[in-house]
């Protein structure tokens, strides 16, 4: 009876696993019809440096004037290829396109344990405190895969204009902006976020990109 016990529990477990594996698919698996045209890859990725993941350590932030960058040893960013600027640039695209595509929302949690970090219970609206951040912004051609993820929280005590990650969006899309106008090159502008987003801080602030 308890060799039969085992062999069910152990089915239903496998059942379960297999269930929840089909399901994170399908999250992955969900774009609108539209995208098909672009000829996108959304499985696309080519990091900025080669690292191990899952870290064989904790993931620790690094300070650059005042403001959180990611760890490169953990996050150094990464580039989906098939998102060139004619892509990026072309009428109707979104990123709806390749988000959650590459890596499930339920996979992009695994990096607030790397960086040792409890996800918070309440995190949206005014009450966020944390994102789940592309080092390289998806408008810029970002890959949707672990290594160009990393939660960027705090402060905690901001007003939500002022978290970092707020500001960091700001830096996006001013280069966003910058590179559509051609007045930045793409690689540039993703090797340069992916390096050190706060040294654009002060020109996004300057032409008043929120």
Not at 42 to 66: D, I
Request: net charge positive; hydrophobic share 40%.
């Amino acid at each position: 009876m308890n060799r039969i016990a085992l062999l069910l529990g152990g089915l239903l477990c496998v059942g379960i696993t297999v269930s929840a594996q089909a399901a994170d698919l399908r999250l992955r698996a969900a774009a609108p019809s539209f995208c098909s045209k672009f000829k996108i890859d959304p499985e696309g990725s080519q990091p900025m440096q080669n690292v191990t993941l899952p870290p064989s350590r904790a993931c620790k932030p690094l300070l650059k004037n005042g403001l959180p960058l990611p760890d490169p040893a953990c996050s150094p960013g990464a580039i989906n290829p098939s998102l060139t600027l004619k892509v990026l640039a072309a009428k109707g695209f979104t990123t709806k396109c390749v988000r959650d595509q590459a890596s499930s929302a339920t996979e992009k949690q695994k990096t607030y344990a790397w960086y040792k970090i409890e996800k918070p219970a309440h995190n949206s609206g005014k009450t966020q405190v944390c994102e789940l951040d592309h080092i390289v912004s998806l408008e810029l051609g970002g890959a949707d895969t672990l290594d160009n993820l990393w939660p960027q929280c705090g402060p905690n005590k901001a007003v939500l204009a002022k978290r970092f990650f707020k500001q960091k969006d700001a830096v996006e899309n001013y280069l966003a902006r910058q590179v559509k106008a051609g007045k930045m090159n793409l690689a540039a502008a993703q090797r340069g976020i992916a390096e050190d987003w706060t040294q654009y801080l002060a020109a996004a602030r300057k032409a008043g990109v929120k």
